[in-house]
């Protein structure tokens, strides 16, 4: 009987805890984006115009603001309003320091043409004979790339090691080439390689 109830138990757990935190990152999200309707006049919220509370809205706001703003950056004129904004923002002291930066680092990540998260690596890390999966995210350059290469001539790559099981976190190191080995696995199935623990394993490819 006790066997029974500990495998029940754990058997529960398999079905509902997967199911509870994808409701809870679901609800997190809606919510936080049910904010962008603090954007729109209170006359016209949709708690003001409907009888009940419906979340969910402000999804589909985020959604029709994004896809205006990348319909409008995406032909000519719009590339030069930008291009002035950038410079606008560049004059001012304190905010051209932080807007550079998340720029460049938003630019890489989802950009069409950026190269981050492309890849999966197996790494030796922390010591050697220890193993783990890393994503390129480019190639280092100026003065780090010159001290990187002194005395050695050899390729080297920037490579992010994310933590378990929260892959927000993790560590920025750079390898030569020769010691990043590639992996046939997408990004997606190494991100839930890693998320998992190492539990649910890519499939193999023939």
Same mark, same amino acid.
């Given at each position: /009987? /006790? ?18 935190? #994808? ?17 729109? @006049? ?5 708690? *003001? ?12 706001? #985020?959604?029709?603001? !994004? !896809?205006?703003? &990348?319909? #409008? ?19 001012? @002291? ?9 720029? %460049? *680092? ?16 197996? *790494?030796?890390?922390?010591?050697? &004979? +220890?193993? +783990?999966? &890393?994503? $390129?995210? &480019? ?9 990187? %290469?002194?005395?050695? $001539?050899?390729?080297?790559?920037? $490579? =992010?090691?994310? +933590? #378990? @099981?929260?892959? +927000?976190?993790? =560590?920025? /190191? ?6 990043? %080995? ?10 839930? =390689? ?7 394993? @890519?499939?193999e490819k023939f």
């Open positions: /009987m /006790m066997a029974n109830f500990r495998k029940w138990f754990f058997a529960g757990l398999l079905v509902l805890v997967p199911l509870a935190i #994808t409701i809870w990152l679901l609800e997190w999200a809606i919510s936080s984006l049910d904010k962008s309707l603090l954007l729109l @006049p209170k006359a016209w919220h949709p708690d *003001v115009l409907l009888p009940v509370h419906i979340p969910g809205f402000g999804v589909i706001l #985020t959604l029709a603001v !994004l !896809l205006l703003v &990348g319909a #409008t950056v995406s032909n000519f004129l719009g590339k030069r309003l930008i291009g002035w904004w950038d410079a606008l923002l560049g004059r001012i @002291p304190v905010v051209r320091s932080i807007y550079s930066s998340v720029k %460049q *680092v938003s630019d890489t990540l989802f950009s069409e043409n950026g190269n981050a998260f492309r890849k999966a690596v197996l *790494v030796e890390w922390p010591r050697a &004979g +220890t193993w +783990t999966i &890393g994503f $390129v995210t &480019g190639v280092p350059s100026g003065d780090v790339l010159k001290v990187l %290469q002194h005395g050695v $001539v050899e390729e080297f790559l920037s $490579v =992010y090691i994310p +933590t #378990t @099981p929260n892959p +927000t976190g993790g =560590y920025m /190191m750079m390898f030569k080439k020769s010691e990043c %080995q590639e992996l046939s696995m997408s990004v997606d199935e190494a991100l839930k =390689y890693v998320v998992s623990m190492g539990v649910v394993a @890519p499939a």
